[in-house]
């Protein structure tokens, strides 16, 4: 990770009531994927054209009104990395700067304030720091960590809101597939697609996964585990595959 200076310096202010030593064993014993969380969470607040409040802070709920912008008219995004458990004890990430440079390019996309890249990356070393404890120990086991922004600005009217919540939260999962790291069913898709041009498909927000919930649906039901989505334009061309990248060796 960067060594840089921090654009923002991230306040420290960990849970008074940890889960128990025990607890957490009996939780890493089987985590799923995306049911198990951490102690801690990282959130930050944009408004007035600036970022501010930085923190570390138990993991928790959060409050919103109503008419909460994301709500309407759905200006989100996310990212998704992993911290694995080294030998040594120690964890590591790979190429965490990427996915700061993603996750600023799909807030320009929806018109969104760019979270600054340093910030992306302190808020991760911060947590993964934290709730080290959490990272799982066993094969093919990690900590998944989903950084999330979203416009919590109150109001009804389409323009680009003036304030977002960036949160940061961290789950211990294992295999994404239950059955583990083996061959999956394909479901190829040519009546619905997930990107077209000029669209969103090149950023990291909700409404992609949304609309490719129908398709994956379909595939559930035929018995398949992922969808290959074809090309808008002609519907022949390999798009990308749901949930992992897709070669072809010939």
Same mark, same amino acid.
């Given at each position: 990770?960067?060594?840089?200076?921090?654009? @923002?310096?991230?306040?420290?202010? $960990?849970? *008074? #009531?940890?889960?128990?030593?025990?607890?957490? *064993?009996? @939780? +890493? /014993?089987?985590?799923?994927?995306?049911?198990?969380?951490?102690?801690?969470? %990282?959130?930050?607040?944009?408004?007035?054209?600036?970022?501010?409040?930085?923190? +570390?802070?138990?993991?928790?709920?959060?409050?919103?009104? &109503?008419? #909460?912008?994301?709500?309407?008219?759905?200006?989100? !995004?996310?990212?998704?990395?992993?911290?694995?458990?080294?030998?040594?004890?120690?964890?590591?990430?790979?190429?965490?700067?990427?996915?700061?440079?993603?996750?600023?390019?799909?807030?320009?996309? /929806?018109?969104?304030? &760019? /979270?600054?890249?340093? /910030?992306?990356?302190?808020? %991760?070393?911060?947590?993964?720091?934290?709730?080290?404890?959490?990272?799982?120990?066993?094969?093919?086991?990690?900590?998944?960590?989903?950084?999330?922004?979203?416009?919590?600005?109150?109001?009804?009217?389409?323009?680009?809101?003036?304030?977002?919540?960036?949160? +940061? !939260?961290?789950? $211990?999962?294992?295999?994404?597939?239950?059955?583990?790291?083996?061959?999956?069913?394909?479901?190829?898709?040519?009546?619905?697609?997930?990107?077209? $041009?000029?669209?969103?498909?090149?950023?990291? #927000?909700?409404?992609?996964?949304?609309?490719?919930?129908?398709?994956?649906?379909?595939?559930?039901?035929?018995?398949?585990?992922?969808?290959?989505?074809?090309?808008? %334009?002609?519907?022949?061309? %390999?798009?990308?595959?749901?949930?992992?990248? !897709?070669?072809?060796?010939?």
């Amino acid at each position: 990770m960067s060594t840089a200076a921090p654009t @923002l310096s991230i306040s420290l202010h $960990p849970s *008074a #009531t940890p889960v128990s030593v025990e607890r957490r *064993a009996e @939780l +890493l /014993l089987d985590p799923g994927f995306g049911r198990v969380f951490t102690d801690h969470m %990282v959130t930050a607040q944009y408004a007035d054209g600036g970022w501010r409040d930085a923190q +570390l802070r138990p993991y928790g709920p959060l409050s919103l009104e &109503p008419a #909460t912008a994301v709500m309407h008219y759905a200006q989100e !995004i996310f990212e998704g990395l992993k911290a694995y458990r080294q030998p040594d004890g120690g964890t590591a990430l790979f190429r965490p700067d990427r996915n700061a440079a993603r996750f600023r390019y799909s807030a320009q996309r /929806l018109a969104m304030a &760019p /979270l600054p890249e340093q /910030l992306f990356l302190d808020s %991760v070393r911060v947590l993964v720091e934290q709730d080290r404890a959490w990272v799982p120990t066993f094969p093919e086991g990690s900590l998944y960590l989903r950084p999330f922004m979203f416009a919590n600005e109150q109001f009804l009217g389409v323009r680009p809101a003036l304030q977002y919540f960036y949160g +940061l !939260i961290a789950s $211990p999962v294992g295999a994404y597939f239950p059955r583990g790291v083996k061959p999956v069913n394909l479901w190829l898709s040519t009546d619905r697609v997930r990107a077209v $041009p000029g669209g969103t498909g090149d950023a990291k #927000t909700g409404g992609n996964y949304a609309a490719s919930l129908m398709a994956q649906a379909e595939a559930t039901e035929a018995g398949c585990d992922q969808v290959v989505f074809v090309d808008a %334009v002609e519907r022949r061309w %390999v798009e990308e595959l749901g949930g992992m990248n !897709i070669f072809f060796v010939f």
